[in-house]
């Protein structure tokens, strides 16, 4: 079981902290934060393979982070900067595998989501 917590209401330019626990060891060795804002896709914002890979969408370089998740079974996604267009349910996923050239992704079966956290963005 993946739960996610720390979204919330923030003004343009704020900060949030994302964490994502899992009831499992070693579940969240690869995962990664997909987010989906109203009447769009889900879309993989930071992710940690399978391979030790850090993926991070280019619309959040600079001002997103993902942390490894230790012992503790706790992952974090700090997101910095925040911009309007950042609104949207976020949602943690396990595991991130590469999907074909530089995408990827969870795998098309077998995958554990969280049932998201809501981050809005709003003056």
């Known amino acids: 079981q993946l739960v996610e917590s720390g979204g919330g209401v923030v003004q343009p330019g704020g900060s949030l902290t994302l964490s994502c626990r899992s009831t499992?060891?070693?579940?969240?060795?690869?995962y990664g934060w997909y987010r989906q804002a109203s009447e769009k896709e889900r879309d993989l914002v930071a992710g940690?393979?399978?391979?030790?890979?850090?993926y991070l969408a280019d619309s959040v370089k600079g001002r997103f982070t993902l942390t490894r998740a230790g012992a503790i079974n706790v992952g974090i996604l700090q997101m910095n900067d925040l911009k309007p267009e950042d609104t949207a349910m976020y949602y943690c996923?396990?595991?991130?595998?590469?999907?074909?050239?530089?995408?990827?992704?969870?795998?098309?079966?077998?995958?554990?989501w969280g049932e998201g956290t809501q981050v809005t963005v709003s003056s």
């Open positions: 996923a396990t595991p991130i595998v590469a999907r074909g050239g530089t995408t990827f992704g969870v795998p098309d079966s077998g995958a554990w």
């Open positions: 499992f060891a070693g579940a969240l060795d690869s």
């Open positions: 940690l393979s399978v391979d030790g890979i850090t």
